[in-house]
């Protein structure tokens, strides 16, 4: 089915849903649910997707009452459970948050704000570490064509354009989410989502934009507190390359990835996908292509 582009229009505040995407996230569920509701404006509502968590996190919800919706699923990874959660939302400006993250009074605003414009497709704050170790990261930027990112360190002096912006708080309009497809339902597991539905959306003529003096605390952790398989992971970086780059920078993304042991279970699996009508969708709807995308932001790869 082909994407239509539409526009939302400015005009008097919208509702907020926040859609928090959990599994086994422990005490740290909790926090992350009442500090939303501690900080969010008094029409707005959390939408709280629990992905199969066997460690009982979630059950505090159960009997709570109010503005905090729990949704019980089961492995549906990332996109899929960030689509659900926002299709039982009702807001009209979405914010897809990790559980594991802490926000500041009035967080919400700026990143509202920017996301009225209409050729703004989605805004994020900036990111620290949770606790706060005073680095902070200001959108990211790929590395080169292993698909590998890191965080842009330089503040700027207000809301400026980005080339990905963080997944574990992201807010959009909702015109923005339908219009655009939502996260890829494709895509396995975790990894790689934020960045697929950032080059879409930039490729599809939005702008993607940071509110550098919002700060957002997240918690960094070393270990998944749930088994991501890596050939998973890597399938989705070969994912978005072949949905979004041209042969040439394809062919460099290739080469860096095929190294890797786990290369062939990955490209098995992006087999077995919808690649290639995807990609033909994508090239009927895309206003800016990858070239654009590259001289943007000076990447060199």
Not at 239 to 267: I, M
Request: proline content about 5%; some cysteine.
């Amino acid at each position: 089915m082909a994407i239509t582009l539409t526009r939302g229009k400015a005009g008097g505040r919208r509702r907020v849903s926040t859609v928090v995407i959990s599994r086994n996230e422990g005490t740290q569920l909790r926090r992350t649910v009442e500090n939303l509701d501690d900080t969010l404006p008094g029409d707005a509502e959390i939408v709280v997707v629990d992905d199969g968590s066997t460690d009982r996190s979630a059950d505090f919800l159960l009997k709570r009452r109010g503005r905090v919706k729990l949704l019980q699923v089961k492995n549906l990874g990332v996109a899929r459970a960030r689509n659900l959660g926002a299709r039982q939302a009702r807001g009209e400006i979405i914010v897809f948050a990790d559980a594991h993250i802490a926000v500041p009074p009035r967080w919400w605003k700026p990143l509202t704000e920017l996301v009225e414009d209409p050729v703004t497709g989605a805004a994020a704050p900036a990111i620290t570490n949770l606790p706060a170790n005073g680095r902070l990261g200001y959108g990211l930027v790929f590395k080169g064509a292993g698909l590998d990112v890191h965080w842009l360190q330089d503040k700027p002096g207000g809301p400026r354009a980005a080339p990905l912006l963080p997944g574990c708080c992201t807010a959009m309009r909702r015109d923005v989410f339908e219009a655009s497809g939502g996260w890829d339902e494709a895509m396995l597991q975790r990894g790689n989502v934020d960045n697929e539905g950032c080059v879409r959306l930039w490729m599809l003529g939005y702008d993607l934009m940071l509110a550098p003096d919002v700060v957002v605390e997240h918690k960094f952790r070393k270990r998944s507190p749930y088994p991501v398989g890596w050939p998973q992971y890597l399938h989705n970086r070969l994912r978005l390359a072949f949905l979004h780059l041209n042969p040439t920078r394809l062919a460099k993304t290739v080469a860096a990835l095929r190294r890797d042991e786990a290369y062939g279970e990955a490209l098995a699996l992006l087999a077995e996908g919808d690649l290639g009508t995807r990609r033909r969708q994508l090239d009927l709807a895309r206003v800016r292509n990858d070239d654009c995308y590259f001289e943007r932001f000076g990447l060199q790869w």
